[in-house]
């Protein structure tokens, strides 16, 4: 089957960087995208790595390894307002993206 | 620039009544995704098209769920009869190319009692 797993809960302080891993498992695969998403709001894209390596968007960072079948997302300088679900999604062509279940960061003063 | 447009925001119905979801995807965007999602099944894909033709249909659950794509600035996703466990938010999604990066619609939360 396909799937991808990431942690269903982190918690981390605001100003300190939290790390969000995506492990996947499809029968095909293109790249991996992050989506934000803010309770009763729609998914927000943040990123997408076809490569090995780090991408950096500002405060954000995205990581991939396809030999692992490994990425991950790094917030940093945390903010309440990144207080918010992330969802990994692995692109598998033929416009098929399968996500993640998403993980929920909480962000504590 | 208007990103996806989608209504209704929320929609309250009866059991057994039909239910009709509209989308404008972004202007330029040939690729179009709907999604459900609740807390127990996470997003799913129901269905996309690319240039207005539906491509992959194999997540839509039942025969009462239909969508069409009647041109590229509007599609449907139509569900005839409606049942309870069809309360879901419903968020369409739009791409300028595949399906690496989608911008999404702000949902319209159904409730089906």
């Known amino acids: 089957g396909q799937s991808l797993e990431q942690p269903s809960e982190v918690t981390a302080v605001e100003g300190a960087i939290v790390q969000i891993n995506c492990t996947y498992q499809?029968?095909?695969?293109?790249?991996l995208s992050w989506y934000q998403q803010h309770d009763g709001g729609a998914p927000t894209f943040l990123s997408y790595?076809?490569?090995?390596g780090l991408e950096e968007t500002g405060r954000f960072s995205s990581f991939l390894s396809r030999s692992d079948s490994y990425g991950y997302l790094l917030l940093q300088e945390l903010q309440m307002k990144d207080s918010a679900s992330y969802f990994c999604?692995?692109?598998?062509?033929?416009?098929?993206?399968?996500f993640g279940a998403g993980t929920r960061l909480f962000v504590k003063a | 620039d208007a990103g996806v447009i989608q209504s209704p925001r929320h929609e309250v119905t009866e059991m057994g009544q039909e239910v009709t979801l509209r989308c404008k995807p972004i202007?330029?965007?040939?690729?179009l995704f709907w999604y459900r999602q609740t807390m127990m099944r996470g997003l799913e894909l129901l269905i996309y098209?690319?240039?207005?033709?539906?491509?992959?249909d194999s997540g839509m659950p039942e025969d009462r769920f239909s969508a069409k794509m009647p041109n590229a600035s509007f599609s449907t996703l139509k569900i005839q009869p409606s049942e309870p466990r069809d309360s879901a938010v419903y968020f369409c999604?739009?791409?300028?190319?595949?399906?690496?990066?989608?911008?999404f619609g702000p949902g319209t939360r159904l409730t089906v009692l």
């Open positions: 999604a739009s791409s300028p190319g595949e399906a690496d990066t989608q911008y």
């Open positions: 499809t029968s095909g695969f293109y790249g």
């Open positions: 790595n076809a490569l090995d």
């Open positions: 999604a692995a692109y598998t062509g033929g416009f098929k993206t399968i």
């Open positions: 202007s330029g965007h040939n690729s």
């Open positions: 098209f690319n240039n207005n033709v539906p491509i992959d």
